[in-house]
């Protein structure tokens, strides 16, 4: 069990890093609405999304790390008006932590490989305040694993539909939740969470691109 955690997303970075480039997926029914994106040349970790659709429809960003979950990037709340015209619109991206670099990301994995091989230490108790949004990554690494939205390497997905996305309930479904290590399925996973989300019959569609934050 152990071996399958550690392992699973050793195999990320390393498809990841023989990975000769981007190349988007068109999701769902996507003829509906024709999403597409495009973000800065200049960013590593975008801030913005520059999104075109053939027709009005309410949008969500999500960032899809295969093997292991999924983090929302857009909207940042609930209070968010994520209904987005028809046409080219520029929206905010938020990733709530700084990307790891895989030989980091590595070094962890293998620690905890290690020490899951030692006997168990007496428990002492942690004084440490764990912040989740502490952006140190050397001290970040030695609290606890690195979180989705560190991922150095991922798919950033644009999902979109005629009906309304609602945030709190797309949180509830998407986040925490272990997907697929395998690509396709990973984001057909993602797409299936995202549709539990809408009312029943409301189409749903995705276009997804590789993201390399490093």
Do not use: W
């Amino acid at each position: 069990m152990l071996q399958t955690r550690l392992i699973a997303p050793l195999m990320v970075l390393a498809a990841a890093a023989c990975a000769s480039g981007p190349s988007p997926h068109r999701l769902g029914e996507y003829a509906a609405l024709k999403p597409i994106f495009t973000t800065p040349q200049n960013q590593r970790t975008p801030t913005q999304m520059t999104v075109n659709l053939t027709a009005p429809a309410y949008v969500a960003a999500l960032f899809v790390v295969p093997g292991r979950g999924t983090a929302i990037v857009y909207p940042a709340d609930s209070a968010t008006n994520n209904h987005v015209d028809a046409g080219q619109h520029v929206i905010p991206i938020h990733f709530a932590e700084r990307a790891f670099n895989r030989d980091s990301m590595l070094a962890i994995y293998r620690r905890q490989g290690q020490e899951g091989n030692r006997r168990p230490a007496t428990p002492r108790r942690d004084t440490t305040y764990r912040d989740s949004t502490r952006r140190d990554s050397t001290r970040f690494g030695a609290l606890r694993d690195p979180s989705v939205a560190a991922s150095p390497i991922g798919y950033l997905l644009l999902v979109a539909s005629p009906n309304a996305i609602p945030y709190a309930v797309l949180k509830r479904r998407v986040e925490g939740v272990t997907i697929p290590i395998d690509d396709d399925e990973a984001l057909s996973t993602v797409m299936k969470l995202v549709k539990a989300t809408l009312a029943d019959g409301s189409p749903l569609a995705g276009y997804a691109t590789e993201l390399d934050r490093e």
